[in-house]
Nanobody, 117 residues
Framework: QVQLVESGGGSVQAGGSLRLSCTASGSVSAISIMGWYRQLPGTQRVMVADISRQGATNYGGSDQGRFTISRDNARNTVSLQMSSLKPEDTGVYYC???????????WGQGTQVTVSS
């Protein structure tokens, strides 16, 4: 089992910055990819960014350039630096961990990000 705990959400005005962090515990050696997903009420979670254990990154949509994902394997953490935030970035951000082998995903509890215009 893998447990994920997020921190760093909050409210910010458009143009501002936030940094989200997530710490994994449990069977951390089984984690292949870590990432961040965003969800609005009544919609599916969409991938914001993910990063492999080796540091290869993927960004969803038009977030690349404004968002930067990083990972510290020694500390079992993944972070998302978000800048130039827009109201449409508002949502609940979930930390995700994908396991080797069966590809099972584990999720954090989510952290709210609200960007006001």
């Amino acid at each position: 089992q893998v447990q994920l705990v997020e921190s760093g959400g909050g409210s910010v005005q458009a143009g501002g910055s936030l940094r989200l962090s997530c710490t994994a515990s449990g069977s951390v050696s089984a984690i292949s990819i870590m990432g961040w997903y965003r969800q609005l009420p009544g919609t599916q979670r969409v991938m914001v960014a993910d990063i492999s254990r080796q540091g290869a990154t993927n960004y969803g949509g038009s977030d690349q350039g404004r968002f930067t994902i990083s990972r510290d394997n020694a500390r079992n953490t993944v972070s998302l630096q978000m800048s130039s935030l827009k109201p449409e970035d508002t949502g609940v951000y979930y930390c995700a961990a994908k396991l080797y082998g069966n590809g099972q995903y584990h999720w954090g509890q989510g952290t709210q990000v609200t960007v006001s215009s």
